[in-house]
């Protein structure tokens, strides 16, 4: 909007030059340009409220998010209300729906499994409430100034229950275990609106500061972090400020190969518009498919394929975004500058404590020629990671290379869908034959890693051979494309799976953590360790299941991602006593030279040990940005400090 | 049994001591053929499962460390010599340092200690309970194993119970006198013994060898380690102030994250009759310790003939150092250097370590089973004249009763009359004791032909000293009631406040002589003011500490069990005031302070019978107190005792 007004008065200013036009000749030459110039500001004004008029219209939502999320996706679990795991008749597990390619499919092996890891049995269900009791919602305090003022600007908004508790939590384990459980939750936003662009952002970041009401930025809504959790003493109206539907890709610059974005947009929109026009980000977190780009820019996130890509603060070439002060944005789109510290990295990771990113510029890249996926079997964890190791010191990682630990391979097994042809079982039977018996793997102690390449054909065939050399001194023997596809499969189906365990009395979560290379292999053990014996010494009667693999490489160090679950049959407290656990875990992390995180962030679940992390003076220099750009703490999730 | 409210160690540590029964494990072996025993099947288990690891290979690993390749490259930059010649130097000491463990060689000694313990002792008690604690411990976490220290038997001693139990062999730090005597020497290192200089202090590489050496091995828990905390062999069987070289070294890996958890098991090995008894004495009184040499072990044959009691061996309750650590040391400090670069521990570190260490020696003193004879022998060096023999019976009794009720671990015979009791003491201790007349007297060595004052003299003191060290075997059980005790009769008033002050300036000068745990000093007074209100000989009116009506002979007896060491101490400071020259050295000061003692318990001999002031222990020990110089000057120190 501020380009507009200038541009505005530029014009009259110079038509108004333009009529006083008798002098010299240089003067006369001048006149000429100007006019011109103005000419083309002239046009440049039409054609720039013409887009602004579609820009806030948003007539046309091409996006995925509708504004009531709940039409097509669960209310208290994870994606498509479509999509689910569940045990059939037969007692055999389906994943239902037409999404997935796992959709539709039967997975035979997948009961055994759940019931011999966990103990747990599909006779004893744990079931879901059914529907949100609307009454048990706290009913919305609104600042009737407020949404008088925002009524006069048109933006759509709404007080109604489920859509104000549905954006009250993301996928913390505690958060889906109220909602299943219909608990009741003590603080909700009072209010949704949804912007359809940047222009609505600075009017409701203005109205909020005006009337004093606290803003909480919602994205995708896929938070592990409990940072979209309303903190419970504010007072204020809270405004959930919904993005989903400034989900446009404004331009594409293939000179230079980036493309502006809405920061709405989702990952799975913004990979398949940018496809239309044959490129692609290349940035895929495992949450692709409902994050959204300004959620990744506020999170530090971290895609699959950064080995290629990068991770998110190497793609932003530009960010946009709206605080109550105003906003930032840099002057120019230099791919790097010397101009003190970036401005970017206040905002990479700001979790929602200073503003709304409303536009990015990203780098784009060409879609690979080729993409070929594969895997390696290990005698046992210790030889992967050496082998991850000595692949990340060559500097020759594939656009993905995850090493899964034994637990979490056999996991993997227990997904395989029901074959329909003999030959293939066959087939499955003699590796299996090869690996174990053959090559002398003990098959409670093999690993895989899943692998990933991309780029123009005869290049991915060379590196793989380069990787699978690699492999090879390490003892690693290849096991075949079917088995990495299949990895990275269990990657979007696994929070599905979640559902699927609390159905029967299991809970389950996930954490992750960056740690120095020579520290993976302790901390992997001493943190499963810590885990079995927390859960020993709080009551848990069942084996907890604790796996972990490794899926980033970086010349210094690794990125491990861990899953937990448990059964809690006969648990008073089943979320304090998995949330003690955890608090436990991430003690051990630290204590073993990990990170408080890789990509999660912090929010509000670790917060507590930012100072530990960063010293107190880093948190005081991050506390003094707050304090400058939000001194109203407007932006009042309280996340990260 | 007592127990003491106010005493708690804190978290980690066991908290009441449950004492268990024991199991004599001669019984089986007087009853079934030693062959058979020494030959049968030995399959312990080990830590996860582990196999073991072959004494060439487990030199490898070390030589390849990261750990010594760094100190191996900064000898080598230091001292201009090419690395290849460090690296053999360093492959020389660990040869010089390794154990060979070798089966045939355990089995040889279990044959040959079965036929050598039935004819020296009549019964060697394990309690079970702690084996069975033990063996579940092996298999979870690595183990240290910290035996007492009284006699060269001890680990020969250890590794026979563990054969026999059928538990993982220890390896055993050993000091390098033992290679001294060629043949045994490496029949102990087949046997599982590690050797190590006595002292190696600025010898980096030294060090690194050997501290890898055994970080290795606890590291990937091929054997429990075993070594003794007290350094060396106590020759007045009071425990020695522990030494913490080692244990630095086995907790480290626990703060490097390399192990979960190491567990640290303390045992107390009690000997009815010490084999080394009289050559204690003689060696504290300045006649040389005979050099390690096998003829040396052959003549000790002669030992072979006399019937030694019996022993017990306590395996104390494991003590994590995971939760003895919790709170105390914050291991993330670990993170920020490479952990293969050795570093001087932190000085967090460095307290905990001490503090861990004098806890675990107090455990070893706790478990220690005390028989009459100590009682017996604590009565008679009050009365150095000697006593009715009933009077000592009935003295006995009640300090029986006393010992008790300070929970002592007296193995007093069941069922037997107390008469019976004593004078088989007496009879085991024939050559310390004798009655006479109805009269109970120390027994002194009579050399034929004249004596000389001088020879009469050590006489009186070998036998005394081989009594006191009997009485200090008692003493842990009494110390702090008894300086208590001492504190309320030189304190100027009653006042809690002034006996404490007497209590606390007792304790520091006695914190080479006894163990107390550094701190302590607050818990350990509350401690001794609640054993003695207990029993009933002082009581607390308000802000006073006064005797109770039945109290004196309680508090008199408690007086005259320390008297020893405050004559003591009072010698060595009068010999400091009056006699020492400025030039002394630590060298010279032994024989002169010895000297000097001569002459005083020449002069003097009525009340002042301190023949202990004769003991270079005692000499030594209050020497270290005074130089600590947190006392005041001697002259004020002489004043006050």
Excluded at chain 1, 401 to 425: C, W
Excluded at chain 1, 542 to 559: E, K, M
Aim: hydrophobic fraction near 40%; aromatic fraction near 10%; include cysteine.
């Amino acid at each position: 909007m501020l380009t507009s007004d200038s541009c505005l008065s530029l014009h009259k200013h110079g038509s108004s030059m333009a009529s006083d036009s008798n002098s010299s000749e240089s003067q006369r030459i001048a006149q000429q340009r100007l006019r011109i110039i103005a000419g083309h500001l002239q046009k440049h004004k039409d054609d720039d409220s013409g887009t602004i008029a579609t820009e806030c219209k948003a007539e046309a939502n091409k996006g995925t998010v509708p504004r009531k999320r709940q039409e097509i996706m669960k209310w208290n679990g994870w994606g498509y209300s479509d999509s689910k795991f569940l045990f059939n008749k037969k007692g055999q597990a389906e994943f239902t729906g037409k999404r997935y390619r796992l959709s539709g499919m039967v997975l035979p092996s997948l009961q055994d499994w759940f019931e011999n890891t966990f103990g747990a049995s599909v006779n004893h269900k744990s079931p879901a409430t059914p529907a949100l009791n609307a009454s048990a919602v706290p009913p919305a305090s609104l600042n009737e100034a407020f949404v008088e003022d925002l009524k006069a600007t048109g933006i759509p908004f709404s007080h109604e229950a489920e859509d104000r508790v549905f954006r009250a939590h993301g996928h913390c384990l505690h958060e889906i275990f109220a909602l299943r459980e219909g608990k009741k939750f003590e603080r909700v936003p009072d209010m949704v609106v949804w912007p359809n662009c940047h222009s609505d952002v600075v009017k409701i970041v203005e109205l909020a500061c005006k009337h004093n009401v606290c803003l909480i930025p919602y994205g995708g809504g896929t938070s592990v972090t409990s940072a979209l959790e309303c903190p419970p003493e504010e007072t204020r109206c809270i405004v959930s400020l919904d993005t989903s539907q400034m989900n446009r890709i404004l331009w594409i610059d293939e000179k230079n190969l980036v493309a502006h974005v809405e920061a709405g947009i989702i990952g799975q929109d913004l990979e398949r518009l940018l496809n239309e026009s044959g490129y692609c980000t290349g940035h895929e977190p495992d949450s692709m498919e409902f994050s959204s780009l300004g959620g990744w820019v506020a999170t530090r996130a971290s895609g699959m394929k950064k080995n290629v890509y990068g991770n998110i603060e190497d793609l932003v070439i530009h960010i946009k975004v709206v605080t109550p002060r105003g906003v930032i944005e840099k002057s120019c789109q230099g791919p790097r500058m010397s101009t003190g510290p970036d401005i970017h990295h206040f905002i990479l990771g700001s979790e929602g404590t200073l503003g709304v990113v409303t536009e990015v510029t990203m780098k784009i890249r060409p879609i690979p020629e080729y993409q070929k996926y594969g895997s390696v079997v290990f005698p046992n964890f210790e030889a992967g990671v050496a082998c991850l190791r000595e692949v990340a010191k060559q500097r020759c990682a594939p656009a993905s290379i995850r090493l899964m630990d034994n637990e979490q391979f056999q996991f993997g097994h227990a997904l395989k869908p029901q074959v329909s042809s003999i030959f293939t079982n066959f087939v499955e039977g003699l590796k299996k034959f090869y690996i174990t018996k053959f090559k002398g793997f003990d098959p409670h102690q093999l690993v895989v890693a899943t692998l990933l390449f991309e780029g123009d054909r005869e290049r991915v065939l060379q590196h793989e051979k380069q990787v699978y050399d690699i492999a090879a001194t390490f003892g690693g023997l290849a096991a075949g494309e079917d088995n990495g596809q299949r990895g990275y499969i269990l990657t979007f189906v696994i929070a599905y799976l979640r559902d699927l365990g609390m159905d029967y009395y299991v809970v389950a979560e996930s954490f992750e953590t960056s740690v120095p290379w020579d520290r993976v292999l302790d901390l992997c053990r001493n943190v499963k360790e810590r885990i079995n014996r927390e859960c020993k010494e709080r009551g848990v009667q069942f084996q907890p299941l604790t796996s972990c693999r490794v899926t980033q490489t970086y010349d210094a160090g690794a990125c491990v991602y861990f899953y937990f679950a448990f059964n809690y049959r006969g648990l008073a407290d089943p979320v304090h006593t998995y949330e003690r656990v955890e608090h436990a875990a991430r003690e051990e992390i630290l204590a073993n030279g990990g990170s408080l995180s890789h990509h999660h962030g912090v929010g509000k679940l670790r917060k507590e040990w930012m100072k530990e992390s960063i010293s107190s003076l880093g948190v005081g220099m991050l506390q003094s940005v707050k304090d400058y750009v939000d001194p109203d703490n407007i932006f009042g999730n309280r996340n990260l400090l | 049994k007592a127990c003491t409210p106010n005493y708690s160690p804190g978290r980690g540590w066991p908290t009441s001591q449950t004492q268990d029964g024991f199991e004599d494990i001669l019984e089986e072996r007087r009853n079934s053929s030693d062959l058979k025993y020494a030959l049968r099947c030995y399959a312990p288990v080990l830590y996860k499962g582990v196999t073991p690891c072959k004494a060439n290979m487990l030199k490898n690993i070390v030589l390849q460390s990261d750990q010594l390749r760094y100190v191996i490259n900064q000898v080598s930059q230091e001292s201009g010599e090419a690395p290849d010649i460090i690296q053999e130097e360093a492959s020389v000491i660990l040869e010089e340092m390794a154990h060979r463990l070798q089966i045939s060689t355990v089995r040889f000694f279990a044959f040959a200690l079965s036929k050598a313990f039935k004819t020296l002792f009549q019964h060697v008690c394990v309690n079970e309970e702690g084996i069975q604690r033990l063996q579940q411990a092996i298999q979870e976490h690595p183990v240290v194993l910290l035996p007492s220290h009284r006699s060269y038997m001890d680990f020969l001693l250890m590794s026979y119970i563990l054969y026999t139990y059928d538990l993982a062999l220890p390896v055993i730090a050993a000091g390098m006198d033992f290679m001294g005597m060629k043949f045994v020497g490496e029949m102990l290192r087949m046997s599982g013994a590690f050797f190590i200089r006595r002292s190696f202090g600025g010898d980096k590489l030294y060090w690194a060898v050997f501290s890898e050496y055994v970080k290795t091995m606890l590291r990937n828990g091929f054997a429990p380690i075993e070594f003794f905390l007290e350094g060396t062999r106590s020759r007045t069987c009071k425990s020695l102030t522990p030494k913490l070289g080692l244990l630095n070294i086995v907790i480290e890996p626990f703060f490097k994250g390399e192990v979960f958890d190491v567990n640290l098991v303390p045992i107390s090995i009690s000997y009815e009759r010490i084999l080394e008894e009289s050559l204690y004495a003689r060696e504290l009184l300045g006649v040389p310790k005979p050099k390690e040499s096998t003829s040396g072990l052959l003549k000790a044959r002669r030992i072979l003939s006399e019937d030694y009691g019996s022993i017990h061996v306590y395996f104390g309750q494991p003590v994590s150092v995971r939760s003895l650590a919790q709170g105390k040391v914050n291991r993330s400090t670990y993170n920020l250097f490479p952990r293969h670069i050795p570093r001087k521990p932190m000085e967090e570190t460095q307290s905990f370590v001490n503090d861990t260490a004098y806890r675990i020696v107090r455990l070893q003193e706790d478990n220690m089973v005390l028989k009459p004879w100590v009682l017996m022998a604590s009565l008679l060096l009050q009365n150095l004249e000697g006593m009715e023999l009933s009077v000592l019976t009935e003295q006995t009794v009640w300090l029986r009763g006393l010992a008790l009720s300070y929970a002592a671990f007296l193995d007093w015979p069941d069922h037997a009359p107390t008469a019976k009791v004593v004078s088989s003491s007496l009879a085991l201790h024939r050559g310390l004791a004798c009655v006479s007349g109805g009269r109970v007297s120390l027994v002194v060595g009579e050399p034929l032909g004249p004596v000389t004052p001088e020879e009469a003299l050590f006489n009186r003191a070998v036998s005394v000293l081989s009594c006191a060290s009997y009485r200090n075997q008692v003493l842990h059980v009494f110390l702090r009631p008894a300086m208590l005790a001492v504190a309320m009769h030189t304190a100027a008033s009653s006042k809690k406040n002034e006996v404490y002050n007497c209590f606390s300036f007792l304790w520091d000068m006695f914190s080479n002589d006894f163990i107390l745990c550094p701190g302590d000093t607050v818990q350990d007074f509350e401690e001794a003011c609640y054993l003695l209100v207990k029993t009933g000989a002082v009581q607390m009116p308000q802000q006073d500490i006064v005797m109770t009506d039945i109290g004196q002979p309680t508090l008199s007896f408690f007086n005259g069990l320390l008297e020893p060491f405050l004559q003591g101490y009072q010698v060595v400071c009068r010999y400091l005031c009056e006699e020492a020259s400025e030039g002394l050295t630590e060298k010279q000061y032994i024989p002169a302070v010895r000297s000097f003692a001569h002459s005083v318990l020449c002069v003097f001999t009525g009340n002042l019978r301190c023949y202990e002031v004769l003991s270079s222990d005692m000499q030594k020990n209050a020497l270290a107190a005074l130089l600590r110089g947190k006392l005041p000057t001697q002259k004020a120190l002489l004043a006050r005792l």
